[in-house]
């Protein structure tokens, strides 16, 4: 299943984009406090006689940050085109056409934001809103559109519309927003559940 469409994505800004890559490394904060709390446990199960607390050097926990960080956002952005920070903001990556990246450029991307955070910052310059990364790997991000299919807005009315979804729109707002259209014509069938 492809993303939308490049057309209906609008460009993310820097402020949403930020937010959601603070949302994304508390997140891989929390996997890595919880590798940790695993280690120590498995550490007292072996041997809880002469249990002391791990010391972890800081070359090995840089590289199980950077190994933790770059497999969440690969596999996010290879999977549904979100991590759990663009879900937050409502934001999607997505290839040029819409589509949802490759493996190999999901790979390639994370490694890239990883490295080089400070490319997101080219986003507030580019016209187009492409950070750094998007521009060598070809990809977008963008506001998702919500498209549940028809909407029951009150007995045996319905709205077919995708509403966008700015960052600060929750999902029950959006249904708020349809629901205001009342009076327009509806296309889609009464209900059979009478």
Known sequence: MSGPAPATLRPAGIVSRGVAAVIDLVVVGIVLGALYVGLVLL?????PST????TLNVVFSTAVM???AVFYLTVCWAVSGCSAGAAVMG??????????????IAVLRATACV???VGLLWVAVDTRR????DIVFGSRVGYVKLC???MRISPGEYSPECVERPSSMSAGSASTMVSKRRNEPQSWPQSRDR
């Not at 550490?43 to 041997?47: G, H």
């Not at 056409?97 to 493996?103: S, V």
């Not at 492409?130 to 990364?133: E, G, I, N, T």
């Open 91 to 104: 934001l999607r990556v997505t290839g040029r056409r819409g589509a949802r990246i490759a493996p190999v």
């Open 115 to 117: 490295l080089f955070p």
């Open 130 to 133: 492409r950070s750094l990364q």
């Open 148 to 150: 549940q299919g028809p």
């Open 66 to 68: 950077f190994a933790v």
């Open 51 to 54: 249990f002391s607390f791990p």
């Open 43 to 47: 550490r007292l199960m072996f041997n």
